[in-house]
């Protein structure tokens, strides 16, 4: 285990990369100060990122200090959030990624699924709660009317003030059986609306998770 007693806040709040840079190795030492000299992590080469990647003891120290005083140069101490809600609209997935334990077949006694009334409701109680955004997410059931994301997006959108946004996530969209052809239709009618959550999107990484690959959006499919 390394000694990463100095983790601490007051600790890195006092110590300056110039404070720091004397107990750095010099391949990273290099490195960190490329990218404080650019204020641009693009500038690493390969090599450097993996000497970063898996430095330890004094370059790990070095390399938290020299993050930390790139944050505070880059975007300074404040700190912005969004209240925002996750609507799970079904728990029914055929998908089956390892790692879920959300997901159940469509006979489990536990499945559910909430209708567009039930998601506008929770809609209304999130604004009430102070919320700017709600995600729309859930498994991915089989044999759904094409239309079905749509007419759950426009109606978060009905509900919610203009400027609020609605997300959702790649998959449903694209696992939902609409040809592409309604797909951009899709995209038009819901164009405030924004698509996030790539979760892990790296082929090979997704090949891993997943029990099925092609349930997965791969982000060249989706733009
Ligand atoms: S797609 Fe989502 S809900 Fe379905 S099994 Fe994977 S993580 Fe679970």
């Not at 000694?3 to 490195?31: C, E, F, H, K, Y």
């Not at 020299?66 to 996750?86: E, K, P």
């Not at 003030?161 to 694209?174: L, Q, R």
Request: some cysteine; charged content about 20%.
């Amino acid at each position: 285990m390394y000694d990463i007693s100095w983790a601490n806040q007051p600790t890195l709040q006092s110590v300056t990369w110039d404070g720091a840079r004397q107990r750095v190795s010099s391949p990273v030492r290099t490195a960190l100060e490329k990218v404080l000299s650019a204020l641009d992590g693009s500038v690493l080469t390969r090599e450097e990122c993996l000497a970063l990647a898996s430095c330890s003891g004094d370059d790990l120290f070095g390399l938290v200090v020299a993050a930390n005083q790139l944050r505070r140069q880059l975007v300074g101490d404040v700190v912005s959030y969004v209240v925002t809600r996750n609507i799970n609209f079904t728990n029914v997935c055929f998908v089956g990624c390892k790692f879920c334990a959300f997901s159940v077949g469509p006979r489990d006694e536990t499945a559910y699924f909430l209708s567009l009334d039930e998601v506008a409701q929770k809609c209304r109680e999130a604004e009430q709660w102070g919320a700017t955004e709600v995600c729309i997410q859930g498994g991915l059931p089989r044999n759904l009317p094409p239309f079905y994301y749509r007419d759950i997006l426009r109606a978060v959108k009905s509900l919610m003030p203009a400027e609020n946004t609605g997300s959702i996530i790649p998959n449903p969209v694209s696992t939902s059986g609409i040809s592409s052809k309604p797909a951009s239709k899709l995209r038009r009618t819901v164009a405030t609306i924004r698509v996030m959550k790539m979760k892990i999107s790296h082929p090979r990484i997704q090949k891993k998770l997943h029990t099925s690959t092609s349930a997965s959006t791969t982000p060249m499919a989706w733009l």
